[in-house]
């Protein structure tokens, strides 16, 4: 589907599409999450979010962490994903966005799918604009991690495919993963000083802030882990961290 195509979706608000779900957050979706729980971004780490801020956080019972009985407890702040189900955006390398697929809908729920209008007017009311904006911004950041990379992997010594298997390795792991303080930055929006007041500054302020730190790193495995974590977070697969030409 493309943004033309017929769609729409009435939420009857059950809250059943908000369980046992695996949600990926975006540094800017976190921002959000914080923002709208009036929280700092390390404490919606904390409260929302598993393996380091990139996954939305689910409890046992399989209920998302920021659901108040049949209610989103962040609605004004609630991620990507979320403000786009039940439709999947599928990525080009720019971030772009421009593929979209109809998902199943959660047993028992009570929305309705239908063609009573396309694809870009239910994501003008889902106000998905400044996400897909602040994605793309980090989607620039890619080129930054790829040439501090290629400028610090000592490709002779370590085999290139393993290299970039120990990587994605690190930023998929879900416990036991080694300290990596430009993972946490990706995240972190205001633990790196950048909650400024609205949110086009504040996601200026961090691209800019991580751009620098990515350029003083010379640890090219804290760099390749972190390039893995940022691409998976703004919907592209692992490979966007590398060239072809590296493996
Ligand atoms: S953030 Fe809100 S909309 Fe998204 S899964 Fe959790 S409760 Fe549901």
Known sequence: ????????????????????????????????LARAAGITTR????RYTIRRGSILKFTDGGACAALEGARCGVHRGRSLACRLYPLGIENGEDGDGDKFVTLDPAAGSLGVYGDDGAVNDFLDAQRVGSYLEANAGCASLMAV???RIAATADFDRVEPREFWRRAVREALAESGYDANPLIDAIFD?????????????????????LAEMIRGESNAELLAAAAVMLAVSIGQGPAAAHTDAEI
Do not use: Q, W
């Not at 033309?4 to 779900?21: L, Q, T």
């Not at 404490?43 to 904390?46: N, S, T």
């Open 145 to 147: 991690f790829r040439e």
């Open 43 to 46: 404490e919606a780490i904390a």
């Open 1 to 32: 589907m493309n943004r033309k195509s017929p769609f729409s979706y009435v939420c009857n608000a059950c809250g059943r599409c908000c369980h046992d779900k695996v949600i990926t957050l975006s540094p800017y979706d976190v921002l959000r």
């Open 189 to 209: 929006v205001g633990g790196i000083g950048c909650a400024a007041s609205g949110d086009a500054e504040t996601i200026a302020a961090h691209l800019e802030r």
